[in-house]
């Protein structure tokens, strides 16, 4: 009878040792994962582009059209080539970049829209030239205040958000990847 307590009383203290020692793990793992994941050594984005930041507004930019009306909010997303001047080759390549991501887009394709934005007093009207209204009849002009903003390739959400920024000949791939996560989870536009 004395030995049959033992094993019982020996039991019992297996299983608050073991009881105790889940709870200790468990703690300890969530606080190494908080600490780690704090760090950014664990996880990473899946972003290719990088964030708007400090975070930029259509409004804040002052963003028009080529008749001098703002650039409605809430309607779609948009793709922006911004460019300081110009349209160079690297800019002429980014639209085609974004002509063909637009295609691959295929049903979601209408829910973006791609522009050529240019800084105010630029001569927008004059600047877009016949070959540009040829190769890319959907592109529009858009005219703003870019003191805040460098010249890329940019996402920019339905509620007037830049989202991403990339450098003008990273406009291929990478916003493609990108624009179809955000367009996937995405409620707006």
């Keep these: 009878m004395a030995e049959a307590e033992n094993q019982a009383k020996r039991r019992n203290r297996v299983q608050l040792v073991a009881i105790v020692a889940v709870a200790l793990i468990s703690l300890g793992g969530s606080y190494a994962l908080f600490y780690a994941a ?7 984005t899946t972003n290719r582009g990088a964030f708007v930041s400090p975070p930029v507004t259509v409004m804040e930019l002052d963003i028009r059209d080529v008749d001098g009306q703002p650039l409605a909010e809430g309607e779609t997303w948009w793709l922006w080539v911004v460019s300081d001047g110009p349209c160079d080759p690297a800019c002429d390549a980014a639209l085609h970049q974004l002509r063909q991501l637009h295609v691959l887009l295929n049903k979601d394709a209408s829910r973006v829209r791609r522009a050529l934005v240019r800084a105010d007093g630029e001569g927008v009207q004059a600047s877009l030239d016949e070959a540009l209204r040829t190769n890319y009849p959907q592109l529009q002009l858009l005219t703003g205040d870019l ?43």
Excluded: C, M
Aim: no cysteine; net charge neutral; charged share 25%.
């Design 147 to 189: 003191t805040r903003v460098a010249p890329g390739v940019y996402i920019v959400d339905p509620i007037g958000n830049l989202v991403f920024h990339y450098d003008i000949v990273d406009a291929g791939k990478p916003v493609l990847e990108d624009l179809k996560k955000l367009l996937k989870v995405s409620q707006i536009g």
């Design 38 to 44: 704090r760090s950014g050594d664990l996880w990473g």
